[in-house]
C-alpha cells in the first residue's frame, strides 16, 4: 500500500505512524510464540533468561528438556540408549504416551467429524434445503457453547449414555464412555464439526453445479458424480476442515479433563499437569514442537488453498 | 465396505479396551510427594505381586473421586486423600469399609489397630503419613533478622514482598487467628463464630493486595524458586524436597502449622477391587511407610515406622527434625477438624470466594 | 431463497401440451404437482444428507448439555433419601408446626438413610440451604443407627437441639420436592426465607452476580481491545498488494494455528514478576527492580492473554470483508474534495461493519465461555463465571448450582448468538 501522490505530508506522516503501529501489533501476535523457543534450551529450569544465555554462552543452553520428554516416566531413564532403552521411553515415557493417545484421538475424532461434517455441508449447500438456518445454527453451535458447559454436559451423560431409555422402559446399563478412548473421541469429534461445515460449505458457495449436471446427463450415476466430480473439487476444503478438526482435538483440554481417563492422557492434559503441578522449561521443549508443528499445518493449508483458488478459477487480485 | 468394517472394529476395540487385570490405578498428589510413593510403594509392589500401578496425579485427589462415584464412573481404585475427604465420602457411603484386621501386624506383632497413631484408621480409610502445611521463606530475600513465626508472614514492613497462599479457607484462615493471636487450640472456637470469621478475614484483607493464591501442591515452591513471592505456605515435604534435594535457600518456619493426615481409600465400583486391597495392604506396613520417609519429610502413621526412619535418600540428613510430628514443632500446631470442615466447608468457601472476588 | 428446479424431473412440454390450459409434464401429469413432488424429493434427500450429522450432534452434544441443565432446577437428594418425611410435608401445609407423626417419619427416615450410608447426601442438601446442618444429619446418623426410642421429638431434640430450629423444618420442607427454583435464586445472590419470600444473600456472600457484571465488562473489554489492534492490522492486510499480505497473514495464522495452552504458557513466561517484560522494563531502567510489576495472578493477566488469544478472530473477518471493499470509492470521496478522515469515516468504516459485527460478537461469545486462560493466569482478580462453573463441578461438588450458573450463562450466549445469527447470518463464518 503506497502513499497517494496527493497525499499531504500530514498524511504521509500518518501513514508511516500507522505503519509503525501494525508492527507493532504484529510483534504483540507473534513475540509470545517466539520467545519461547530459546527459553526452552534454558540449561537452568528456570523461565527466565539467564545471564550466560544473554551472553550467548554455550553453557547456557542445552537439550535437556527435550531430553526430559523422553526420560520422564521411564522405568529404567539413566541406561544406555540401546534398542532397549528406546523401547522403554516409547512404552513407557509420559510425554510420548501422551503424543500416541494425541494422535490415536485426533485421528479418529478428524475421520468422524470430516465424514460426517462434509455430508451435511453437501446437503445444507444445496438451494433445497429445508430449516436450513436453524440446522445450520444448531450444527456450529458445538463452537459457540462455552467448554465448561459442553464438557460438564457431556462428563454426566457419558458416564451413563443409556440413562435416558430408561424413560422408554428399556434397560439403561450399556456401560459408559466417560474414560474409554471412543468416548474422548466422540467428544472431540462433536467439537470439530462446527469447523469442517465452515469450511466445506465456504468451498462449496463457489462450487458451479452445473458441473454436476453435467456429469449426470452424461450418464454418471449420483455416486460417480460424486467421487469423481465433486469431491477432486471440494478436496481443499474437505482437507482444510479436516485439519481444523484435528487441531481442535489436539488442543483440546477442558473435554479431556472431564472425560478422559487415566489411560487417555493427551499432550495439552499433560501440559495442564506441567503448568499446575511441576512448572519446567519441559512445557516450553513441548510447546516449541507444538510451534513447529501447527507451522507445518499451516504451510499445508496454505498450500491447500492456493490450489483450491487454482481449480475453481479463482485468482488472487 | 470393507475398511469402514475395519474402522468400525477399531473403534469398537478402542471403546471396550477396558482396564486389564493385574493392573491398580493410585490417583495421589503428584510432585514430590507422588515421587516419594513411586519408590517407596509403587516400584517394589510392581516387583512383589507383578501389578503395575498407574499413578495418576490431581490436584485434590478427593474431587475426582467424588465426582466419579457420584457419576457412577470410577476409574481409580485407590486414592490419597485428607481425613476431613475421607470422613465425608465415608458418610456418603461412597467407600469401602476396611477393616483393621485385614491389615499387616507390626514387626513384633502389635495388630494393626493398635499401631496406628490415633486417628489414623477410620472406617473406610488407612492413614499413611502425617504432614504439615508450613511457612517457608527464601533466605536471600531479607538482611537482617529473619521472620520466624507466622505473626511475621503477615508484616509486610518489616518482611517485605508478596506471599503465597492457598486458594480455599481451610489452610488461610487459621493462620490468620493464629498470626493474631489466638492459641492454636481455640482456631475452631473461634472459626465457629460470626466474629472469629470476621477477624480472620480482617487480617488477610491487610496483606490481600500481596498475595498470589496457589492451587496445586507444586506452586508455592516453584512461586518462591522464581522469586515472585518472598514467603509461602505450602507442604512441608515439598519445601524439604526443594531444600535439601534441589539446594534451594529456602527455611521453614514451624510456628502455626497446620498438621493433617493423608489417607489412604478405596472407592465403591473401583475397576480392580483387589489389586486395590492388595496394594493399600503393602503400602501401609512398618517398612514402607518409614521407607517413604526416605524420600520425603512426612511423618509415618504407624508406631512402629518411627524407629525405622533413618537418613535422607542422599544418606546424609538426619529426617527426624524435618519431620512434622517432631515434638518441637507440634506446639503452636492446629490439627485438621474433619467434623467442623464437614459442616462449615461450603459456607467459608462461598464467603472466601466472595471475599476474593471483590477487590 | 430462490428454489431451483430440478433438472432431470421436470421436463416441461410446449404450450400445445396444455390443452386445459395447464401445463404438463411428458408423461402428462400437471406441471405444478410434477414440481411439487421434485423439489420434495429433492428436500427429502438435502436433509438425509444432513440426519446424521444432526442426529449425532443431537445425542452427542444437545441431549447431555439439556441432561446437564435439568439438575439446576431437579435435586432429589433430600427427597429420595427421606421418603416418609417428605410424604409428610406434601400432606401438610407451609406453617404447620411438625407433629408426632413428623417426627416419627423424621425419625424413621434417619434411620434407614444412616443404614443405607445415604445421609450424608441427605445433610449436604440441607447444608446448601441452612450452613452448618451437614453434621447435624450424619452425626444423629451415627447415634440413631444405635437405636431410639419414642417419643421422637424429645428423642431427637435429645441427641440434638438443633432439630427444633424453624429454619431447618422450613429448608427439609423446600427440599421434599425435588423440582426446586433456589438453585437459581441462589446465582443471582439471592435466598429464600423461612416465610418462603425472597430476599437478597448477605452482602458478604455475594459474588455470582459481581462475577456475572465482571465476566460481561472484561468480555466487552477484550472485543474493545481486539477491535482497536485488530482493525489496523485487517486494514493493513487488506489493502497490500495480495504476495505481501498473504506473508504477513502467517503472522495472524501462526498464533491462531498454535496450541492454546501454548499460548498461555508464554504470557506466563512474558508476564510474571520475574519474567522477561519485567527484565526488559528493568534492563532498561524504567523501573527499579524492586518496583517490578505485578501484570499476572489478576485482571491484567487475563485481559492481555485473552486479547492476544482471540484476536484472530477479529482480524480474520474483518480481512475477508475488508478485501471485498473497492477503494475507487475512496478515492472517489477524495476527489469530491472530503479529507482523508472525513473519507475515511464516511465512506470506508461504514463499509467494514458487516465484519466488525462478525468479529465483536465471535470474540464476545468466545470471552464471556473462557476457563482455560483466566484459570491459569487470571489469579483470584481475574477469574471469570466458567471458573465458578468448574468450581462447582469439581471442587464442592454442587452440581445443582454448576448447572443453574450454567444454565444462565448459555442463555445468555444463545441471545447473543441468536443476534449474531440475525445481523451477519451463521453461514457467513469464515476462518482463514
Not at chain 2, 498470589?212 to 522464581?226: S, Y
Request: glycine share 8%; charged share 15%.
Amino acid at each position: 500500500m503506497a502513499v497517494p501522490t496527493y497525499a499531504t505530508p500530514l498524511e504521509r506522516a500518518w501513514h508511516y505512524a500507522y505503519l509503525v503501529l501494525c508492527g507493532m501489533i504484529f510483534f504483540f501476535l507473534i513475540a509470545p510464540i517466539v520467545v519461547i523457543i530459546p527459553l526452552s534450551f534454558n540449561a537452568e529450569p528456570y523461565f527466565t533468561f539467564t545471564d550466560q544465555m544473554l551472553e550467548f554462552d554455550a553453557d547456557g543452553y542445552s537439550m535437556r528438556w527435550y531430553d526430559s520428554l523422553l526420560t520422564f516416566g521411564m522405568a529404567a531413564p539413566d541406561g544406555v540408549r540401546d534398542a532397549s532403552w528406546w523401547a522403554d521411553a516409547w512404552a513407557n515415557a509420559k510425554w510420548v504416551k501422551a503424543a500416541k493417545n494425541s494422535i490415536i484421538i485426533g485421528f479418529f475424532a478428524t475421520i468422524l467429524a470430516t465424514c460426517l461434517g462434509t455430508l451435511a455441508a453437501l446437503g445444507l449447500s444445496r438451494p433445497e434445503m429445508p430449516f436450513r438456518r436453524a440446522i445450520m445454527a444448531t450444527l456450529i453451535s458445538p463452537m459457540i457453547v462455552p467448554l465448561i458447559i459442553t464438557a460438564t454436559g457431556m462428563f454426566f451423560f457419558y458416564s451413563n449414555p443409556c440413562e435416558l431409555l430408561g424413560l422408554v422402559g428399556l434397560p439403561t446399563d450399556c456401560g459408559r464412555l466417560a474414560g474409554t478412548y471412543l468416548g474422548v473421541i466422540l467428544a472431540h469429534a462433536t467439537l470439530g464439526i462446527p469447523f469442517v461445515i465452515i469450511t466445506v460449505t465456504a468451498t462449496l458457495v463457489g462450487f458451479d453445479q452445473s458441473l454436476n449436471r453435467a456429469a449426470a446427463s452424461l450418464g454418471a450415476n449420483p455416486r460417480t458424480t460424486f467421487f469423481r466430480i465433486t469431491m477432486p473439487l471440494i478436496l481443499p476444503g474437505v482437507i482444510s476442515g479436516a485439519l481444523f478438526a484435528f487441531v481442535t482435538s489436539f488442543d483440546e483440554v477442558v473435554a479431556v479433563l472431564f472425560i478422559a481417563g487415566p489411560d487417555q492422557q493427551t499432550i495439552p492434559r499433560q501440559m495442564w499437569n506441567g503448568i499446575r503441578e511441576q512448572i519446567s522449561p519441559a512445557i516450553l521443549a513441548v510447546a516449541t514442537l507444538l510451534v513447529i508443528f501447527s507451522i507445518a499445518l499451516l504451510t499445508t493449508v496454505e498450500l491447500l488453498r492456493r490450489r483450491s483458488e487454482r481449480i475453481r478459477g479463482i485468482t488472487p487480485h | 465396505m470393507k475398511t469402514v468394517l475395519i474402522l468400525s472394529t477399531a473403534i469398537a476395540t478402542l471403546g471396550t479396551a477396558a482396564l486389564a487385570e493385574g493392573e491398580v490405578n493410585v490417583v495421589s498428589w503428584g510432585g514430590a510427594y507422588e515421587m516419594s510413593q513411586v519408590e517407596a510403594y509403587n516400584k517394589p509392589f510392581a516387583e512383589q505381586t507383578g501389578i503395575t500401578v498407574n499413578m495418576i496425579a490431581a490436584d485434590n485427589p478427593a474431587t475426582p473421586l467424588k465426582v466419579q462415584v457420584e457419576a457412577g464412573n470410577v476409574t481409580g481404585d485407590v486414592f490419597d486423600v485428607e481425613v476431613s475427604d475421607a470422613i465425608r465420602l465415608c458418610d456418603e457411603g461412597a467407600l469401602v469399609e476396611i477393616d483393621p484386621a485385614m491389615l499387616p501386624a507390626a514387626p513384633d506383632g502389635t495388630p494393626a489397630a493398635e499401631d496406628f497413631l490415633d486417628g489414623a484408621l477410620l472406617d473406610c480409610a488407612v492413614a499413611n503419613i502425617f504432614w504439615g502445611t508450613v511457612i517457608a521463606f527464601d533466605k536471600t530475600k531479607f538482611e537482617g533478622a529473619a521472620p520466624s513465626t507466622a505473626a511475621d508472614f503477615f508484616d509486610l514492613e518489616t518482611f517485605p514482598g508478596k506471599r503465597g497462599l492457598p486458594k480455599n479457607p481451610k489452610r488461610t484462615l487459621y493462620l490468620a487467628l493464629i498470626a493474631d493471636g489466638v492459641p492454636a487450640d481455640q482456631i475452631y472456637d473461634k472459626l465457629g463464630s460470626a466474629e472469629g470469621v470476621q477477624q480472620a478475614f480482617a487480617k488477610l484483607d491487610s496483606i490481600k493486595n500481596d498475595v498470589v493464591w496457589w492451587e496445586a501442591g507444586a506452586q508455592p515452591v516453584q512461586l518462591l524458586a522464581d522469586g515472585e513471592v518472598t514467603m509461602a505456605t505450602g507442604y512441608n515435604g515439598r519445601f524439604f524436597d526443594a531444600m535439601v534435594a534441589e539446594g534451594k535457600p529456602f527455611e521453614i518456619i514451624w510456628d502455626g502449622q497446620y498438621m493433617d493426615l493423608d489417607m489412604f481409600v478405596i472407592p465403591k465400583g473401583a475397576p480392580n477391587p483387589e489389586a486395590a486391597m492388595e496394594y493399600l495392604k503393602f503400602a501401609t506396613d512398618t517398612q514402607r511407610l518409614a521407607d517413604q520417609a526416605k524420600y520425603i519429610a512426612y511423618g509415618p502413621a504407624r508406631k512402629s515406622s518411627a524407629a525405622l526412619v533413618g537418613l535422607y535418600q542422599d544418606g546424609t540428613t538426619e529426617m527426624a527434625p524435618h519431620m512434622p510430628t517432631n515434638p518441637d514443632h507440634m506446639e503452636s500446631a492446629v490439627m485438621d477438624d474433619p467434623e467442623f470442615w464437614a459442616d462449615h466447608d461450603a459456607e467459608l468457601t462461598e464467603r472466601f470466594n466472595s471475599w476474593l472476588a471483590s477487590s | 431463497m430462490a428454489q431451483a428446479l430440478d433438472p432431470h424431473a421436470a421436463i416441461v412440454t410446449t404450450a400445445s401440451g396444455a390443452e386445459d390450459g395447464k401445463l404438463t409434464t411428458a408423461d402428462g401429469k400437471p406441471l405444478a404437482w410434477a414440481l411439487k413432488r421434485s423439489q420434495l424429493k429433492a428436500k427429502r434427500r438435502a436433509f438425509l444428507l444432513v440426519l446424521p450429522l444432526l442426529a449425532f450432534i443431537l445425542i452427542t452434544f444437545v441431549i447431555p448439555i439439556g441432561q446437564m441443565l435439568q439438575r439446576s432446577f431437579y435435586n432429589d437428594g433430600f427427597s429420595a433419601n427421606m421418603p416418609q418425611i417428605s410424604q409428610w410435608f406434601a400432606e401438610n401445609e407451609r406453617g404447620t408446626p411438625p407433629d408426632e407423626a413428623a417426627w416419627t417419619a423424621l425419625a424413621n427416615d434417619l434411620i434407614a438413610s444412616a443404614e443405607d450410608r445415604s445421609i450424608g447426601v441427605v445433610g449436604t442438601r440441607i447444608n446448601y440451604d441452612v450452613p452448618g446442618t451437614r453434621s447435624l444429619f450424619t452425626s444423629t446418623g451415627r447415634k440413631v443407627r444405635r437405636g431410639i426410642e419414642p417419643p421422637y421429638r424429645e428423642a431427637l431434640l435429645e441427641i440434638d437441639e438443633e432439630w427444633g430450629d424453624s429454619r431447618l423444618w422450613s429448608a427439609m420442607r423446600n427440599a421434599a420436592t425435588p423440582v426446586t427454583a433456589n438453585f437459581y435464586l441462589a446465582s443471582v445472590d439471592r435466598t429464600r426465607t423461612d416465610d418462603g419470600s425472597i430476599q437478597q444473600v448477605d452482602e458478604r456472600q455475594r459474588v455470582y452476580v459481581m462475577l456475572f457484571m465482571r465476566t460481561f465488562w472484561l468480555s466487552l473489554l477484550i472485543t474493545a481491545l481486539t477491535f482497536v489492534l485488530g482493525f489496523p492490522v485487517a486494514h493493513l492486510l487488506a489493502t497490500l498488494p495480495m504476495r505481501k499480505s498473504n506473508l504477513l497473514m502467517i503472522l495472524v495464522l501462526l498464533p491462531f494455528w498454535t496450541s492454546l495452552l501454548v499460548r498461555t504458557t508464554s504470557w506466563m513466561v512474558l508476564l510474571q514478576q520475574q519474567g522477561v517484560i519485567n527484565d526488559i522494563l528493568v534492563w532498561l531502567g524504567v523501573i527499579g527492580g524492586g518496583q517490578r510489576l505485578q501484570m499476572i495472578y489478576n485482571q491484567t493477566g487475563t485481559i492481555i492473554a485473552m486479547t492476544h488469544i482471540l484476536l484472530p478472530f477479529m482480524i480474520l473477518p474483518l480481512y475477508s470483508v475488508m478485501r471485498t471493499i473497492n477503494p475507487s470509492y475512496v478515492r472517489a470521496a477524495r476527489s469530491l474534495g472530503a479529507t482523508s478522515w472525513t473519507a475515511f469515516r464516511r465512506i470506508y468504516f461504514p463499509q467494514t461493519l458487516p465484519g466488525l459485527g462478525a468479529g465483536a460478537l465471535l470474540v464476545f461469545i468466545l470471552a464471556v465461555g473462557y476457563y482455560i486462560t483466566p484459570a491459569l493466569v487470571g489469579g483470584s482478580s481475574g477469574q471469570l463465571i466458567s471458573n465458578m462453573i468448574a468450581m462447582h463441578m469439581t471442587d464442592t461438588l454442587n452440581w445443582s448450582m454448576a448447572a443453574a450458573l450454567a444454565a444462565l450463562l448459555l442463555a445468555s450466549v444463545l441471545i447473543l448468538y441468536w443476534l449474531y445469527d440475525r445481523m451477519v447470518g451463521i453461514d457467513n463464518l469464515k476462518l482463514g
